[in-house]
């Protein structure tokens, strides 16, 4: 299969055809009569003609329509805006997770949301860039909304190997001085990481004026603990191994990791950060309905 | 519950049982098997798994340890249970913790007197008494019962001080009596049952019957709703604790016994020889040739003879023996000594009268010899005319009047002849007069109101019955011979192939129509023709009443004329006398009574009994007479009651074994299961002695122990899910 079909399911992608990719805020001003865009001429479509009010803007009138009727009318056109959608994949080694009850490991479920929101914004003309990383960045694809730009997203995200361990914090801080342009910053990672840190490095990109979009990708494993042996967990990112029996520390860990991904929304709902967790065995249309819906 | 207490027990009753407590660690190895046997995984959330490994070590050892050991005791407790129920079958009891309550039944009959060796089966069942005591481990607690006729109880109270017991199991003493199983398991029964409610720290019960399982007293001859009550009873002590049966009998007894001893002459009187006949019975499985038998009178020998004995029969010896003074004599029958010594002697109290005193009453006086009511009873009752007091029989007559005149104690019996009616106040007087053992003899005649006699001696003054028979409306007899029932009575007995004697033919031409109420003990002695009861008797008070339908002289009968009339009437005197030489002689555990006529108030009884020093006995006094009554006659033997001062009277009694206790057979563990106590839960061990002559202590669990385990092993077992559960071990 090739790496295109791979990633861009069309049974997936022909279902999210009607969704519209928004920006929930304004990235580059959206609101006619309050913003003025500064990428006007540029992707914007004529929709229909409205006859003309005190205060609008004359530049759009239509002389052509007043010509031949004698009367003023305005052009209209689609509320559409130029939009930079930064993807940022994790490809640290503790993406490679794969349990039995999910197809896909986080890392190839990641691959495969980056992609399918890659080929959305590229529909619909505007930019899409890519960033893989784990306690470095690893690759940078400046965003473009050309169609062809993705086949190159896909062949830096088939080039990553996750071997390495993850800085998230450090890597956001970085990121957020390269990304000049404001625009969507989608986060695809499993968060293993220190907490503090990690909200330090998003807080940057807020500070940046980006909508950042945190998809916490984790195994259902990871969520449930659903083992019943004793078992020997080898530590991925060189932590230790340990062997223990599941079953007696299930309501431990579950706690421990319970509390984890309570700092972790904490954080993003003070930063006014869309927080959404992931399961890799979830349908990857529910996961990009949820993450979608709300800028429609 | 402690397993490790278990343990010894265990150990001690099979090794290899105690193998199978090795399977208690299961749970441990598979544990450390599992710990060296795990899969690998790669896990990505190592950092959240390793802080709740920090923070839960402690917590999940504690729990893993806690299930490790529900696990554990989870099997030993349904090894134990299982190995319970084996022991329990084989007839082995272990013992468990927890405190006991022991009841130890020693059987006190006599049989427990056999002695093959050095100890009897009564020191044997005492010794194991004792080491049951000592074997019981701090809090146990004991009673002890007496299995005898009646049985009793020696230490009510379940006690902790085990050297009171032993002082108590030590001063027990081997009874006369036979055993009584239905009457014990009752009296345990109450035993158990108080222990249990008012002693609540008591786990478990046990009763250990000690007994030589003799087949007459283990074998109740019950029916109807008495067995049927016993096996209830049986079955409920059965349930309320556990019940363990120590044979300390020997399988092939063999013994002899003097079972009865009696006179031939019911009315001894000094320098006449009388006879006595003894029977001799070999209750063994060996003939006994030469067996001597010795006749002892006040303990000196006055007789010998020897007999032979084959298995299982009896032979009768006869004796002739004289009493040269009157008073109460002590009269012993000796058989050679055996194993079992109890049941070789039999003694007779004979009391021997210088005369037996007679009054007759006269309720139709005459001038004319031989025309009064009585004429012809006294000379029948003296027929050689005698008036000196060297006379057997002193026979007086006199008239009504001298019924409150005469103080009747005086007399040994008094015949009431065509007396008319009675007075209540009469007969106050006659029934105090049998009260006391006094005896009487009514004949009825012209004259007799019937309805009088039914209401003043009948059951019409509510005072108990005098009259053995309601009397009727007199009636013409019909012709006929008279009807002697089959000669069963003792009064007609001696007339048995001796029609000569013109019983039968006795002619009666009139009698009253005599009616014995349902139910009555009263015994028909003589009927007439038309099957009407010519003669009827039975006991009222110590006494006897005889009631003759007919009259003392000719007016309704030709009777007093025909050759058996003198016969008739010293039987009748014979038997009712006779009622008093029974009174002496009872079998051991029947009480002793006499009564004595003192005009003094404050008399004092004094009695020796067999093998024990002179006790004194308060006397019960009403108008003339002082009454002796003493119910503690555990020991066979002669009693020797001595009255006064003021007054100086002597009686003796004797006292004997009933020896259905003597013969040894004992009954199996088969028929005691089956015959016995069918479904009644019991253990039953014969082989109570230990190979190195020591006993082992047999401590019982009850039977439902292993059921207990294995409850105990259901609740472990919900333990160890909900705890498997709680702390997370449960698959979700």
Redesign the interface.
């Known amino acids: 299969m090739e790496s295109s079909q791979k990633y861009l399911d069309p049974k997936i992608l022909a279902r999210l055809e009607g969704l519209r990719l928004r920006a929930r805020r304004v990235v580059e001003g959206y609101v006619s009569g309050v913003h003025r865009s500064p990428y006007h001429g540029f992707s914007i479509e004529f929709a229909e003609h409205r006859e003309y009010a005190p205060g609008d803007d004359l530049r759009y009138l239509d002389w052509k329509v007043f010509g031949r009727t004698d009367r003023y009318y305005l052009k209209q056109f689609e509320e559409e805006t130029n939009l930079i959608c930064y993807l940022v994949l994790d490809t640290s080694e503790?993406?490679?997770?794969r349990s039995s009850a999910a197809a896909m490991s986080?890392l190839e479920y990641a691959q495969c949301t980056a992609a399918a929101l890659a080929y959305l914004v590229l529909q619909q003309q505007d930019s899409v860039g890519l960033v893989t990383f784990d306690q470095e960045i690893r690759a940078l694809v400046r965003p473009a909304s050309s169609p062809s730009h993705i086949q190159q997203l896909i062949h830096v995200m088939d080039e990553s190997a996750p071997e390495r361990k993850t800085d998230s914090g450090a890597i956001f801080h970085d990121l957020a001085e390269r990304f000049k342009k404001r625009g969507i910053v989608v986060i695809l990672s499993?968060l293993?990481d220190d907490v503090a840190k990690m909200m330090t490095g998003l807080k940057h990109f807020r500070h940046r004026r980006h909508d950042v979009i945190l998809l916490h990708v984790l195994?259902p494993a990871?969520l449930d603990f659903?083992?019943?042996?004793?078992?020997?967990?080898?530590?991925?990112?060189q932590?230790?191994e340990?062997?223990?029996?599941p079953?007696?520390?299930?309501?431990?860990?579950l706690?421990?990791?319970g509390a984890?991904v309570h700092r972790l929304q904490q954080g993003c709902r003070m930063q006014q950060i869309d927080y959404s967790q992931v399961r890799t065995d979830q349908s990857l249309e529910v996961v990009l309905s949820t993450c979608l819906a709300p800028r429609m | 519950m402690q397993p490790a207490a278990f343990i010894p027990v265990f150990a001690q009753a099979s090794p290899w049982m105690f193998g199978w407590l090795a399977a208690a660690a299961a749970p441990i190895l598979i544990h450390l098997w599992?710990?060296q046997?795990?899969?690998?995984?790669?896990?990505?959330?190592?950092?959240?798994?390793?802080?709740?490994?920090r923070?839960?070590r402690r917590r999940?050892r504690l729990?893993?340890w806690l299930l490790l050991a529900i696990r554990t005791l989870l099997i030993i407790l349904v090894v134990l249970a299982v190995v319970q129920s084996l022991l329990q079958h084989v007839g082995f009891t272990p013992t468990t913790s927890g405190r006991t309550h022991r009841v130890l039944v020693v059987d006190a009959s006599y049989s427990m007197g056999y002695k093959p060796e050095e100890k009897s089966r009564f020191d044997q069942a005492r010794q194991l008494a004792r080491q049951i005591v000592e074997g019981g481990r701090q809090g146990d607690a004991c009673t002890l019962v007496v299995m005898a006729s009646p049985p009793r109880v020696v230490v009510g109270k379940p006690a902790l001080d085990a050297d009171e017991l032993l002082e108590e199991i030590d001063q027990l003493r081997l009874g006369h009596t036979s055993a009584n199983l239905p009457a014990t398991v009752e009296l345990v029964g109450q035993v158990v049952q108080a222990a249990r409610r008012e002693d609540s720290h008591l786990d478990r019960h046990e009763v250990y019957f000690l007994t030589d399982l003799g087949r007459i007293g283990w074998r109740p001859l019950l029916d109807g709703p008495a067995a049927a009550a016993f096996q209830k009873r049986s079955r409920d002590l059965a349930q309320a604790a556990a019940l363990m049966v120590i044979d300390v009998g020997q399988p092939a007894a063999e013994n002899i016994a003097v079972t009865d001893l009696r006179s031939l002459d019911p009315l001894p009187t000094p320098g006449r020889r009388i006879g006595l006949e003894a029977t001799l019975e070999n209750f063994g499985r060996q003939p006994q040739t030469g067996q001597t038998v010795e006749l002892l009178v006040d303990g000196r020998s006055v007789d010998q003879q020897r007999v032979e004995l084959q298995p299982g029969g009896r032979a009768s010896v006869s004796f002739l023996c004289r009493f040269d003074m009157p008073g109460d004599h002590a009269v012993e029958v000796r058989a050679a000594g055996d194993a079992l010594d109890v049941d070789n002697h039999r003694w007779m109290a004979a009391p021997v009268r210088r005369s037996i005193r007679v009054l007759c009453i006269d309720g139709r006086p005459s001038g004319e010899p031989f025309r009064g009511a009585t004429d012809w009873l006294v000379y029948a009752l003296n027929p050689q005319d005698r008036r000196d007091e060297q006379a057997p029989i002193g026979a007086e007559a006199a008239p009504e009047s001298a019924l409150l005149e005469r103080d009747l104690g005086r007399y040994d019996c008094v015949f009431l002849c065509s007396v008319a009616q009675f007075t209540a106040h009469e007969a106050a007087v006659l029934r105090g007069y049998l009260d006391h053992g006094g005896n009487l003899v009514l004949f009825l005649g012209e004259g007799v109101l019937a309805d009088r006699y039914n209401r003043e001696l009948g059951d019409g003054a509510g005072q108990g019955l005098l009259l053995p028979a309601r009397l009727g409306p007199t009636v013409d007899a019909s012709p006929g011979r008279l009807d002697p029932l089959g000669y069963r009575h003792p009064i007609v007995e001696p007339f048995r192939g001796r029609e000569q004697a013109g019983l039968l033919t006795t002619p009666v031409e009139k009698y009253c129509k005599l009616h014995v109420p349902d139910g009555s003990k009263a015994q028909v002695v003589l009927a007439t023709a038309a099957g009407d009861p010519l003669v009827v008797e039975h006991t009222a008070g110590r006494g006897r009443v005889v009631l003759v339908a007919t009259s003392a002289d000719t007016s309704w009968t030709l009777m007093p004329v025909w050759p058996s009339f003198v016969p008739v009437v010293q039987e009748l005197l014979a038997y009712c006398v006779g009622g008093a030489f029974q009174q002496r002689n009872v079998e051991v555990g029947q009480p002793l009574e006499t009564s004595i006529v003192t005009p003094a108030a404050d008399v004092a009884a004094t009695l020796r009994a067999p093998g024990e020093a002179s006790r004194q006995v308060p006397l019960r006094t009403d108008g003339d007479y002082a009454t002796f009554h003493y119910d503690e006659t555990v020991a066979s033997g002669i009693y020797t009651a001595e009255f006064g001062p003021p007054i100086d009277q002597q009686r003796r009694f004797a006292a004997n074994v009933d020896t259905v206790e003597s013969d040894l057979t004992q009954l199996s563990e088969d028929q005691l299961r089956h015959e016995v106590w069918p479904g009644v839960a019991f253990q039953h061990r014969t082989s109570w002695q230990s190979a190195d002559g020591g006993m082992t202590a047999p401590i019982l669990r009850p039977p439902r122990l292993h059921l207990d385990l294995l409850y105990l092993a259901l609740a472990m077992l919900f333990m160890e899910t909900f705890l498997a559960w709680r702390?997370?071990?449960?698959?979700?």
């Open positions: 503790s993406m490679r997770y986080k499993d293993f195994d990871e659903p083992f019943r042996q004793i078992t020997m967990f080898k530590g991925l990112e932590l230790p340990v062997v223990v029996d079953r007696a520390l299930r309501r431990a860990y706690k421990e990791f984890y | 599992s710990r046997k795990y899969r690998e995984m790669s896990w990505a959330a190592m950092e959240y798994l390793l802080a709740a490994v923070r839960s999940v729990e893993q702390f997370g071990h449960h698959t979700t």
